[in-house]
Nanobody
């Protein structure tokens, strides 16, 4: 059974930092591209970032480029999202998602989501 278990998140002040984690099991993690997707209150889902199966290539939406960093540790079967210089508009539920590799943007399994709230 594929599982993506998320941790991290919470309340942070503008300009602050957070780290999200996504622990994967039930599939060969190192063979699949992975994504982070977010959904702000009252809005539709927004793709945030993707990373290839080996971790050598990363991709970001324009809204987060330079502030958020995706990474993975295939030995630990874990995906990360390092979030810096956070803005109120980054407030959202963040989901990790497994890609239907070789596609990046078709996704078949999702974590349950973790809430990030950026507020003073």
């Amino acid at each position: 059974e594929v599982q993506l278990v998320q941790s991290g998140g919470g309340l942070v002040q503008p300009g602050g930092s957070l780290r999200l984690s996504c622990a994967a099991s039930g599939f060969t993690f190192g063979r699949y591209h992975m994504n982070w997707v977010r959904q702000a209150p009252g809005k539709g889902p927004e793709w945030v970032s993707a990373i290839d199966s080996g971790g050598g290539s990363t991709y970001y939406s324009d809204s987060v480029k330079g502030r958020l960093t995706i990474s993975r540790d295939n030995a630990k079967n874990t995906l990360y999202l390092e979030m810096n210089s956070l803005k109120p508009e980054d407030t959202a539920v963040y989901y990790c998602a497994k890609a239907i590799t070789p596609s990046y943007y078709a996704m078949d399994y999702w974590g349950k989501g973790t809430l990030v709230t950026v507020s003073s």
